[in-house]
C-alpha cells in the first residue's frame, strides 16, 4: 500500500510489538525480563523480537557466549519511534486511564511534567489536524497525462484514469 502509515503498522502495528518497544523505552533488553514483564509466551516474544531485529528496530548484541544470551537494543531507528509511543502514551491517558496516568514523564531539564506537542520544524508553531494539507510527497507515483499514454484506446485511456 502507497502509505507511510501502513508501511509503520507493517513494522510495529501488532499489539505485543508495541509493548515490546515501550518496555525497551522503559530500559528493558534482556528477553526474559520483556517475558516477566509482559507475561507474553516465550515462542511469541522471540517471533516478535526477531521481527524488530529484522526491521532494523532492535539490535541483538551479545552479553553471555556460555549458554548464548542476548540484549535487545533499540537501534536510532527504533529510538526515532519514541514520539510515536508517547503520542499513544498521552492518548491513553487522556482517553482509557479513569484512574489517572499511570505513569507521569518529567523533563530532566526543566523538572515539570512534560506533555509532548506536535510543532512545525520550520516556525515552531503548533500543528493540528485542523491547520496542516496533505499534499503529494516526492514519494507518490504521478498519473500520466492522456497525452502520455502510449494506448490510444479509449478503453485502455478510461482505465489508466481509474486507477
Keep these: 500500500m502507497d502509505c507511510s502509515v501502513a508501511q509503520c503498522l ?36 522471540q517471533l516478535r523480537l526477531e521481527g524488530l531485529v ?3 528496530v532492535f539490535e541483538r548484541v ?26 499513544m502514551r498521552q492518548w491513553g491517558d487522556q482517553y482509557a486511564a479513569p484512574n489517572g ?7 530532566r531539564s526543566c523538572g515539570h511534567e512534560a506533555l509532548g506537542t506536535v510543532v512545525c520544524s520550520e516556525c515552531g508553531g503548533s500543528m493540528s489536524s485542523g491547520n496542516v494539507q496533505a499534499l503529494a510527497g ?11 499514454r502510449s494506448s490510444t484506446s479509449s478503453r485502455a485511456a478510461t482505465a489508466d484514469a481509474s486507477s
Excluded at 535487545?72 to 510515536?84: A, E, H, Q, S
Aim: hydrophobic share 40%.
Design 10 to 45: 507493517e513494522v510495529v502495528g501488532e499489539w505485543w510489538t508495541m509493548l515490546i518497544v515501550r518496555d525497551a523505552f522503559l530500559g528493558v533488553t534482556r528477553f526474559d525480563v520483556f517475558q516477566e514483564r509482559l507475561g507474553i509466551s516465550r515462542n511469541v516474544l
Design 101 to 107: 496516568a499511570p505513569i507521569r514523564l518529567v523533563h
Design 138 to 148: 516526492d514519494g507518490r507515483p504521478r498519473l500520466r497525462r492522456k497525452s502520455d
Design 62 to 87: 551479545a552479553y553471555s557466549e556460555h549458554p548464548p544470551r542476548f540484549d535487545y537494543r533499540l537501534t536510532p531507528k527504533g529510538r526515532d519511534l519514541w514520539p510515536v509511543m508517547n503520542a
Design 54 to 56: 529484522e526491521a532494523g
